[in-house]
């Protein structure tokens, strides 16, 4: 499992908090392929993504004594276009080139 923990602080109270923004798995398939399954993600919107944990996921809680429902998360919609994160692909040295990256603030 990877953690994502976001820290900000807070307008009002002018604490530093702290949130989990994403929660992904990562696991091995019968045909040995990477996979990843994002669980959970917070926008920075505020809005929620959950999607249900894999069999691997399951498999490997039962084994270690933990009984999790396979509906236990409700899966919401997924996420909109605009809502994306742009992924980009890591190159090598001889093949990278510019990549233009532009933050809303």
Known sequence: LGIYVRGYQ???????????AEVTEFYV???NEAKENVIYKK????????????????????????TLDANAIQATE????????????VKADDEA?????????
């Open 43 to 66: 926008m920075a919107s505020g809005r929620e993504i959950k999607r249900r944990p894999s069999k691997y996921l399951l498999e490997y809680l039962e084994v270690q004594g933990v």
């Open 10 to 20: 807070d307008k009002n109270t002018k604490r530093f908090v702290r949130e989990i």
């Open 29 to 31: 398939t019968e045909d």
């Open 97 to 105: 080139e510019k990549v233009d990256v532009s933050l809303d603030i």
């Open 78 to 89: 997924e996420v909109s276009d605009d809502e994306k994160d742009v992924e980009t692909p």
